[in-house]
């Protein structure tokens, strides 16, 4: 005849394995930094005057203004999920411009080679350079990337475009 009991010692680790697991991730809970902080800090090291303005909507997003070089540059995260998306954006040029066909060539041309991760592109008549990215996946490098690249692209070309193409 055999008896059945339970191992204790199974039982014991399962349950300590069990609770450190709970334990882990309540630590990775209460340190994790959210997207919206992460954010703030990249925008926080670059804001030229550090006057950062900053809009939250009800649904959970959040969009932030900052003045870098000669542009402003916009932020903006729709949420703190994975399918949620941050865009960045500044503008660089009102339009209609001087000679239109020539600064779309030079556009389209810039954007070939020119401007990493970002493009140009025509919102609300003016000329912008934006870049926007699911944040699946996204690390705190490339957060500070996109948001890097496209203050420089725009600020690196905004006094140049507005000399050549501005009215």
Do not use: C
Not at 118 to 143: L, Y
């Amino acid at each position: 005849m055999t008896t059945s009991e339970p191992n204790i010692q199974t039982v014991s680790t399962e349950s300590l394995l069990s609770e450190s697991a709970i334990a882990s991730e309540q630590v990775e809970k209460a340190t994790a930094v959210t997207y919206a902080e992460e954010i703030e800090t990249v925008i926080a090291s670059m804001a030229v005057d550090q006057k950062v303005m900053v809009g939250q909507s009800e649904a959970g997003g959040h969009l932030w203004k900052f003045k870098y070089g000669s542009v402003e540059v916009f932020v903006q995260l729709t949420g703190e999920t994975e399918d949620d998306t941050l865009t960045v954006w500044a503008f660089v040029l009102q339009l209609p411009a001087n000679n239109e066909a020539q600064l779309m060539r030079k556009l389209l041309e810039m954007n070939w080679l020119s401007t990493l991760e970002s493009h140009f592109a025509i919102v609300d008549n003016q000329v912008a350079v934006i870049s926007t990215r699911t944040m699946a996946e996204i690390s705190t490098g490339e957060i500070s990337r996109v948001i890097t690249i496209v203050a420089t692209v725009a600020d690196d070309n905004d006094d140049l475009l507005q000399a050549e193409f501005g009215q």
